[in-house]
């Protein structure tokens, strides 16, 4: 390849970039992706000795100094997997059953340290072993026989308050929050925005248990106010919307799992039945590596149906060439490159067959910067490998470009026919 194709593929990956996320800040997003690059994640089984009397909170706190907590994460079951980031540094953890149920230690209650191993954040794509690094806690039935860190002080009350202000807190679709200034910060300073405690799933109205949960998932660059004219039309006598914001910038598989750690507490703090997830474009994949999470981990996922709206399920044939510039792109878009491990590892988890799954496309634009039929974003043989479609339950395409097929009427009242089909037979709470 001469220097010359070079530098012109280089532009058309990064013009294709811009053109997925509705604008570019490359020069933003290169610090802000080493330090992503760097960070270190850790992982593992975490269980009681006992039959646990409430969730199990594990704690990451930094060892040099005084102790300080900087992520905690809650397992809603005698045993489960614990995932833990944070920048790099040398950490140790603290796990407890938490028998009062308000994410707080209490004297008496069991509790244990841990030291866990550093891990690339590489691995939230590839789930370590034991040989690997896959850490095992287990926590003993009498309370701890030495004093514990301090780590329970002002700091570790912000993580607690952060944590139930993002998973199932009120919101409205026009606030301030999922404004575009906002869905940029995601894009190209993703980790200011995990910082402040801006990605969670959020109810659009007060959480009612005789009514399904539909949670919908935006695309790279997007946020919730995508799903308004989706969700106006939403039958709200028979469903509830949720609407899941992420900063699009990180890798795929991060935010699959901040999908797969808020859908698990709002499944254990409510108790529903089943859900239904509808995704559009990138989100899509992070619904698919969510659900690869919780398949790997044993469970049973709280979803019953999943739509996708025009996603590339193959990635961008110019994400191929991301790597090369002076700048480090958004994780997520080297995630789109279509031989990347993620999109490699996506589909070795096979699909439960009690998961429906009906695909959305589009067939309405003409880009001459993606090659073949194409949506006007992504090509249609991105869009429709015959993998996927061969397992979908039902497929629809409509002449509507990447993005103005979310403001379809056709493809509105498609969707709201196939979640009533889908629905029907369906409890809404257990």
Known sequence: MTARTLSRTLRLALLALCLLAGGCGLLQADRQMKRLDAAVYFTGIVETENAARGPIVVVLYKLDGPPEPVFLDVVPRTRGVYH???????????????????????????????????LGMEAVDQPPSAASGLGRIRIPAAPPAKVLPAVFDEAYEALVRRRNEVFGASATIDEGRFAPEQVRAGLFRPLG??????????????????????????????????????????????????????PSGVSIGLSALLLNNALDEL??????????????????????GALNIVLREGRTPPVHHVVTISTPWLGHAAARWADIGPTRVPGSWLDMAPDSAFLSDLMVVPRPADIRYTLFFGYGGASRWVSGNNDGTV???????????????????????????????????????RLRAEADPLPASR
Do not use: C, N
């Open 84 to 118: 833990l980031a944070a920048p790099p540094g040398r950490y140790g953890i603290l796990a407890f059953e938490d028998v009062e149920r308000d994410l707080r230690y209490r004297a008496g209650e069991p509790a244990t340290l841990y030291e866990g191993v550093a």
């Open 193 to 246: 925005f995990i910082a402040e405690g801006r990605s969670g799933l959020f109810l659009l109205e007060p959480y009612d248990p005789q009514r399904i949960p539909v949670i919908f998932v935006h695309g790279i660059g997007g946020s919730p106010r995508d799903w308004a004219h989706v969700i106006d039309k939403l039958d709200r006598t028979r469903f509830q919307p949720w609407v899941f914001f992420y």
């Open 267 to 288: 499944h254990h703090r409510h108790g529903f039945a089943t859900s239904i997830v509808v995704a559009h474009s990138m989100g899509g994949l992070v619904v698919r």
């Open 379 to 417: 090509s249609l043989q991105s869009v429709l490998p015959a993998g996927i479609q061969s397992r979908a339950d039902s497929v629809f395409g409509f002449d509507e470009d990447h993005a103005s097929i979310l403001r379809s009427d056709e493809m509105v009242d498609k969707l709201m026919q």
